[in-house]
């Protein structure tokens, strides 16, 4: 079993950077796919990004594509989600989760669907106030 747990959420000034982190324990090595979620109250979970674990296939929501970068840790099983030029319409709770079981299909089509992921983590808070 994999375990999940993002930190790093703080509250920031508009146009301010941010660095997330998503420690993976247990078996990492089942882990296929790692994404990033965020919700704010009252709404369904937003995809933010995915990455492979293996490295080999990388995407992004359309409202943070080019601002935020998701890559893993050198030599660590820490996935981090960089923000850039942070908005406050980028508030919410954030969450990394986890794809573990084999077959499942990896698309840009798919990874958006929280349905794609059997793992996820307690969320961390970011706020950014204008």
């Known amino acids: 079993q994999v375990h999940l747990g993002a930190s790093g959420g703080a509250a920031v000034q508009s146009g301010d950077s941010l660095r997330l982190s998503c420690a993976v324990s247990?078996?990492?090595?089942?882990?296929?796919?790692i994404g990033w979620f965020r919700q704010t109250l009252g709404k369904g979970r937003e995809f933010v990004a995915a990455?492979?674990?293996?490295?080999?296939?990388?995407s992004y929501g359309d409202s943070v594509t080019g601002r935020f970068t998701t890559f893993r840790g050198r030599d660590t099983d820490t996935e981090y989600l960089q923000m850039h030029s942070l908005k406050p319409e980028d508030t919410a709770t954030y969450y990394c989760a986890g794809t573990t079981l084999p077959g499942r299909p990896i698309a840009a089509t798919t990874v958006v669907s929280e349905t794609l992921y059997d793992t996820w983590g307690p969320g961390t808070q970011v706020t950014v106030s204008s």
């Open positions: 990455r492979a674990w293996s490295g080999d296939f990388l």
């Open positions: 247990g078996r990492t090595g089942s882990l296929i796919l």
